[in-house]
């Protein structure tokens, strides 16, 4: 039962995760700067720690008796994660979404089960266990890059303007594949967050909410990477007078809805890594990850983005939806082993 939660908790975040964007799409007369310098603002700094205060005791405490070299991992990874989301952007700008997103995902999802899987279980890569996560790792891997074909398919068009301006392909792809690594890092310091774990189930933290003691310190650090990305756009474009327009209130109740969204994904995938066991982190993440993708193409079908895409986009499309479900089962099977 214990098991069935955890997968349950995991794929009810990576639904938030693949629906957290839709509420930026409904925005007006706002700049992408302006909605995710709220979103960051809410999601990684008010509602993280207001979730952090309620469900860990004296998580100031937390911080203070573990070592200073803890600290200091979770500060680097989550800075590294912050500057990795702004590549993000700028990876999809300079590639294109179709590209991009490929590589980006990609890259994420592998780097965010192999690491932990290598560095804490290296002898289990070999196993049946091991083989198989690796198998659904790569049809997740291959079910992405279907995905994003299938969007260059269905625009041939998309990207390509905005590749010829903005310079030399490589540097785009660099940048890509730098945001594909940083993005996986929240799984990563997981991985090395269990010293300040157990500091907080010492502190009297629940086995279920205790991971919530990475996540606060670093998406904190991350905020500050994001939100001083976007500060610096709004003063460098002078448009910061447009938050404070008609549509501010509508606006800010859409980033609001992201950031509750978005923060709440990683709490439950954390809820369901605690539940999964030692592998938590290494299955868990694919499974996140992946999930998220499925319910961000459903919800492109929902808003009617492929009714007027080509049949063999709309086909590329099943294969690859139909390839992470696949996915999804196939580590969901590996943790049973």
Known sequence: MTLAAGFLFVLIGGVLQGTFILPMTLTKKWSWEHTWGIFSLLGMLTFNWMIGLLVIPNIISVYRTVSPQQIIILIVFGAAWG?????????????????????????????????????????????????????????AIGGIVLCSMAGARKRPLLGSPVHAESGDFGVGLLIAILAGIFCCLPNVGMAFGTTVILAAQAQGASKTFSSSSVWVLFFTVGFIANFGYCF???????????????????????????????????????????????????????????????????WGIWRGEWKDASPSAGLMLKEGLLALLIAVITMGISNSL
């Open 83 to 139: 500057i990795g989301a702004i590549l993000f952007g700028i990876g999809m700008d300079r590639l294109g979404m179709a590209l991009g997103y490929a590589i980006i995902m990609g890259l994420t999802s592998t780097f965010g089960a192999l690491i932990p899987l290598v560095i804490f279980f290296p002898g289990t890569l070999c196993t049946r266990k091991g083989l198989t996560l690796l198998i659904g790792t790569v049809i």
């Open 232 to 298: 610096f756009l709004m003063v460098r474009r002078k448009k910061l007078k447009e938050y404070f327009g008609p549509n501010a209130v509508r606006n800010l109740g859409l980033g609001a809805l992201m950031a509750i969204m978005w923060i709440g994904s990683f709490y439950l995938y954390g809820m369901g890594t605690a539940k999964l066991g030692r592998w938590g982190v290494v299955v868990g993440w694919p499974l996140f990850i992946s999930s998220s993708i499925l319910v961000g193409n459903l």
